[in-house]
């Protein structure tokens, strides 16, 4: 599998299921540009691209929002958080108004760290 996933919720990492490992990085030529290095994770050689999620944004928009700018270059959420809302979305939460529930009850189980980002994108405007 791959993580996010919220299979990585139920088998737990290096518990009930570990990553294989390959004995050197083997890729499409188009991706002949992919290092050792980003196919690694945790010292083993998955074979493929690492992958990580970031916040997209226009650059307009970013220009034009520093507060968001700065928001968006500090989240953080750990792999475990985003796999158990991934596993709550398997289970059937996965209307909406299920989802910005999620978002709410990691905010408040994180309410200390998402007040500290958001001081920090207000000091971007300031």
Do not use: C, M
């Amino acid at each position: 599998a791959y993580v996010p996933h919220w299979l990585a919720s139920v088998l737990k990492p290096d518990q009930d299921a570990i990553w294989l490992e390959v004995p050197f990085t083997s890729l499409p030529k188009a991706q002949e540009n992919v290092t050792e290095a980003e196919t690694s994770f945790q010292g083993k050689n998955l074979g493929f691209a690492v992958d990580n999620v970031r916040v997209l944004a226009n650059k307009e928009f970013l220009e034009a929002n520093p507060a968001a700018q700065r928001l968006f270059e500090q989240i953080t959420i750990p792999i475990e958080d985003v796999n158990a809302q991934e596993q709550l979305i398997h289970n059937g939460e996965n209307r909406p108004k299920d989802i910005r529930r999620h978002a709410e009850e990691w905010v408040q189980k994180n309410q200390q760290q998402f007040d500290s980002w958001i001081e920090a994108a207000k000091q971007a405007v300031q």
